[in-house]
């Protein structure tokens, strides 16, 4: 009995591994990096900002070819001149005191991301904080909201890297992963 609970344990598909790290997304070497973009897809600043610098203006002028993403909603692009072979642009709320639907609309940003990323095959994928930049989504329930997605989403990838850029983000997903290797 005990056996057989071993082996389908073993089986069982047990998600992508997660990895908590400091730095900048665009030096992320994976398949692809995501991107808090706005609803334009035009560009701006943060993360935005970073990934349109790094990978050049081919990836303005393919964004503009999109019309644009819904919150909540993700699209993908080349990487252009970044290391990652693609980007994906998702959409998060701007908190508005989080009875306006916040918390689902993050949610969905990750699970959009993981679905784009199946789509083409990528194994790995960073995530920034997605909205608590400009957007000000408080940064703990972003940070549950952020690794419970990724756990409950069915996907193909692999790895999944959530890369901060400040001590905050750190200690936030620390705290529920805790300590990295
Ligand atoms: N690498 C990783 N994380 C970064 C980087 C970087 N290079 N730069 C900033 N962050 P934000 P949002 C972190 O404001 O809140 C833009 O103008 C940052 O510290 O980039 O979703 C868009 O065009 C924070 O933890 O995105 C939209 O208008 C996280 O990334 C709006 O901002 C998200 O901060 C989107 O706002």
Known sequence: MWQYLGYTARLRRI???L???????TAECV?????AANETLLGGGGVDGAIHRAAGPELL???RTLGGCPTGQAKITPGFGLPARSVIHTVGPIWHGGSH???ELLASCYQESL???????????????????VYSYPVAPATQIAIDTVRSTSTKVE??????FNDEALHAYRAILGPMP
């Open 159 to 164: 790895l999944v890297r959530f890369v901060c």
């Open 15 to 17: 998600g992508p591994r």
């Open 31 to 35: 398949d692809a990096i995501v991107n």
């Open 115 to 133: 679905a784009r990323a199946d789509e083409v095959g990528a194994a790995s994928i960073a995530f920034p904080a997605i909205s608590t930049g």
């Open 101 to 103: 639907g916040e918390a």
């Open 19 to 25: 990895e908590v790290t400091l730095g900048d997304i």
């Open 61 to 63: 002028a393919h964004c």
